[in-house]
Nanobody
Framework: QGQLVESGGGLVQAGTTLRLSCKAS????????MGWFRQTPEKERDFVAA????????YYADPLRGRFTISRDNAKNTLYLQIDSLKPEDTAVYYC????????????????WGQGTQVTVSS
C-alpha cells in the first residue's frame, strides 16, 4: 500500500516562510504527479499546487500563485511546498497527494493521500 507522510506544519507568525515536506514510498512517488491541497473546517479540500513527475512543469491555484512554490526531489521521494509571506488565511490542514494526471486540480484524480499537517498562522 502506498504511503504519504506530511511534516513541517506548526504555529507560525504572519509574514514568515514555511516549508512543508511530504515523504512518499517509492511505489507511489515514481512516475506520479504530485499535488498539495488544503482544507479548513469551513471549506472543502482545495487545490493548492501540483508538479509533474519530471518536475519540469508546475501548476498553481490562481489566487495562490506567487507565494507558493512546489518542488520535488525524486531521489529522496520527497515533495515540498514552500509558503512565503504567510497570512492568517493560510491556516489549514495541508495534504499531499499522488496522481497519474499531470497538473490536476481535481481531488477525484488523486489516488493516494497523506494524513495532513496543520499550519496555523498567527497575526
Amino acid at each position: 500500500q502506498g504511503q504519504l507522510v506530511e511534516s513541517g506544519g506548526g504555529l507560525v507568525q504572519a509574514g514568515t516562510t514555511l516549508r512543508l515536506s511530504c515523504k512518499a514510498s517509492e511505489r507511489i512517488f515514481t512516475g506520479y504527479a504530485m499535488g498539495w491541497f488544503r482544507q479548513t473546517p469551513e471549506k472543502e479540500r482545495d487545490f493548492v499546487a501540483a508538479i509533474a513527475w519530471k518536475a519540469n512543469t508546475t501548476y498553481y491555484a490562481d489566487p495562490l500563485r506567487g507565494r507558493f512554490t512546489i518542488s520535488r526531489d525524486n531521489a529522496k521521494n520527497t515533495l515540498y511546498l514552500q509558503i512565503d509571506s504567510l497570512k492568517p488565511e493560510d491556516t489549514a490542514v495541508y495534504y499531499c497527494a499522488a496522481s497519474l494526471f499531470d497538473g490536476s486540480s481535481r481531488r477525484d484524480q488523486y489516488d493516494f493521500w497523506g494524513q495532513g499537517t496543520q499550519v496555523t498562522v498567527s497575526s
